[in-house]
């Protein structure tokens, strides 16, 4: 524990524009509690503060023992914490509809008489078509700016990537998208006799599309702003989903924020006559704990203990946080 560089109090004092902590990692290691503690304890810094689930599992609900489903709902004392799981249903619905106005109003624009449903089938039922919404999702959250501090719990290992990197993927797309509409339009200008100026709202719909994407693609790059934590246990597993978990963000250009060990068991609890299995754990955790020194050194922000219960609710959350975010 001593070997902490820059704790999580420091890379915040640090990093005092900061708005956007994500908490990543393999599953059950412990993101939704730590984006729990972390909105808790900048909400009692002051600033109002959500904390939105994008992960279609949702499981924030249980964490505070209230309904925050489909809406941000006030979690704390202080009154500026909020919790929202966002409706993936319901966002998915809608960007059907739009994506159906979207390619029949194109259909109709290039005079092709196929049925738009085809096209439509084939344009919401891959499986990136639910991440891309709630990515949607997100960046409108940020886009609104209503709050001080965001904090994500996001979906766990590829998809928290996948989502960043399909920012990159959207902006390719949409100008190849452009530059093909554009010598469409071209060539129908060309071939028409009628010079009047025709309203294009697709080409609307993908220049905006294209800027909000640079917009979030800025916001979500901006290391003054956005922090990525990394959550893993001392095991081997969790070790190896955040090593390369790290190293993809590097490539995206993502801001690292750090590492976060959990659920280490608190040597003052073990002793010599504790039972054979708690030893054998705590050793092998120490053998673990070795390996995170080594591979992430400086980035280790804060290794938190295993508490004697699952954490759920405010006080348990409270104590988290000051396990979490210690001066
Ligand atoms: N330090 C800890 N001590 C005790 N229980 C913990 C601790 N951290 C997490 N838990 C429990 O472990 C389980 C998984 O945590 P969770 O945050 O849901 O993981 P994830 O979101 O990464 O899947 C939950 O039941 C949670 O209460
Ligand atoms: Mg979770």
């Keep these: 524990m001593n070997n ?3 704790n999580m109090n420091n890379f915040m004092t640090n990093h005092p524009q900061l708005k956007y902590i994500f ?5 059950g290691v412990g993101k939704t509690v730590m984006a729990g503690a972390a909105a808790l304890w900048s909400a009692k810094q002051g600033r109002k503060t959500l904390l939105a689930s994008t992960n279609p599992v949702h499981s924030l609900s249980n964490l505070f023992g209230q309904n925050v489903f489909g809406k941000p709902v006030m979690v704390c004392d202080e009154q500026n914490c909020y919790a929202f799981e966002i409706d993936t249903r319901e966002t998915i619905e809608r960007s059907k509809k739009e994506i159906r106005e979207k390619i029949n109003w194109f259909l109709k624009f290039a005079d092709i008489t196929t049925k738009a449903e085809d096209f439509i089938e084939s344009a919401t039922m891959n499986p990136a078509f639910e ?30 990537r996948r ?18 509409k554009e010598e469409a339009k071209s060539l129908r200008e060309l071939l028409s006799f009628s010079k009047k100026k025709e309203k294009d709202p697709l080409l609307d719909y993908l220049l905006n599309f294209k800027d909000r994407m640079a917009h979030a693609k800025d916001l979500l790059t901006d290391d003054a702003l956005t922090a990525f934590f990394f959550v893993t246990l001392p095991e081997s597993l969790p070790i190896a989903v955040i090593t390369r978990f790290i190293n993809w963000f590097y490539e995206f250009g993502i801001p690292v924020g750090g590492v976060v060990v959990n659920m280490v ?4 609890q073990v002793h010599k006559d504790s039972a054979e299995f708690v030893r054998n754990r705590v050793s092998m955790q120490n053998e673990h704990m070795e390996q995170i020194w080594k591979i992430f050194g400086d980035k280790v922000r804060a290794v938190v203990p295993l508490f004697e219960t699952e954490v759920k609710g405010d006080a348990m959350l409270n104590r988290l946080a000051d396990q979490l975010v210690r001066s």
């Design 4 to 6: 902490i560089t820059i």
């Design 23 to 27: 908490f990543g990692g393999k599953g």
């Design 265 to 268: 068991i608190p040597k003052d």
């Design 131 to 160: 991440e891309s919404a709630m990515f949607e999702n997100m960046i409108d959250l940020m886009f609104k700016d209503e709050y001080d501090f965001y904090v994500f719990d996001t979906a766990p290992t590829a998809n928290a």
């Design 163 to 180: 989502l960043l990197g399909m920012s990159k993927v959207y902006s390719l797309w949409v100008e190849k998208m452009l530059k093909s």
